[in-house]
């Protein structure tokens, strides 16, 4: 498969660290940072990725919509990584292509509202807790091993 992550103003230096480091584990072929998202060359960044930037491809477009345009037009599928009353839970999801670009949104507000109206589907984790909240790299990492044993 073919995977890139879409960081919709992920806004915490730390967790776009992380995603960094996951992105590395998990065989991502490109991080795309957008609209509030640090770039990685971020100090925060290079620490809490501890090096995996110098591993992954990256790009920083300020305009979120642009990149989704531009990865549909290269015939990913969009993937909204949300907990939206529509997504398919995570177990029941089936991914039914081989390029995959997995959107995740800021930290407290979620994905953008235009992000998410340009998603193909709304995949959402299943959580039983009063919260109904993870940290947004946790959530990379479960979606990313749930693809790659699927």
């Known amino acids: 498969k073919s995977i890139v992550c879409v960081l919709d103003s992920i806004r915490s230096a730390h967790n776009v660290g992380t995603f960094f480091r996951n992105s590395d584990c998990f065989g991502v072929e490109k991080l ?36 989704i345009n531009k990865l549909k037009d290269e015939s990913f599928k969009i993937i909204a990584i949300d907990t939206a009353r529509t997504s398919i839970n995570l177990n029941d999801w089936k991914p039914d292509t081989e390029k995959l670009a997995l959107v995740f949104g800021h930290e407290q507000f979620g994905i953008s509202y235009e992000a998410l109206q340009l998603a193909d589907e709304i995949v959402s984790i299943p959580m039983w807790g009063q919260k109904n909240s993870l940290n947004v ?14």
């Open 32 to 67: 795309y940072l957008t609209g509030l998202t640090p770039q990685g060359d971020h100090p925060q960044v290079i620490k809490t990725s501890m090096q995996a930037q110098n591993f992954i491809n990256w790009e920083y477009e300020k305009d979120t919509i642009a990149i």
């Open 137 to 150: 790299g946790v959530c990379q990492g479960i979606v990313l091993q749930a693809i790659l044993s699927k």
